[in-house]
């Protein structure tokens, strides 16, 4: 019963940073419009961001990939 109890509690974990992770990449999103609006456009600054942004998906993606089953088709 422990390891199903550790096992959720992981699961949730994940969940919680998986959300976190999202916001992120949305408020980056946001970031790197609203600096090529202003016109003052800073590429080395929005390079850096992108990367971010990249790093963030990837993470994303992973942690899906832990939360969703195996399926063998």
Not at 8 to 16: E, I, P, R, Y
Not at 48 to 53: D, E, L, Q, S, V
Request: proline share 1%; net charge positive.
């Amino acid at each position: 019963m422990t390891s199903d109890n550790n096992e959720n509690a992981d699961k949730q974990a994940l969940k919680t940073l998986l959300q976190q992770l999202k916001t992120d990449h949305r408020r980056i999103d946001a970031q790197i419009l609203a600096l090529r609006e202003t016109g003052a456009v800073d590429m080395l600054k929005i390079g850096r961001m992108k990367k971010i942004k990249l790093i963030l998906k990837d993470k994303i993606a992973n942690i899906q990939d832990r939360l969703t089953p195996d399926i063998i088709a």
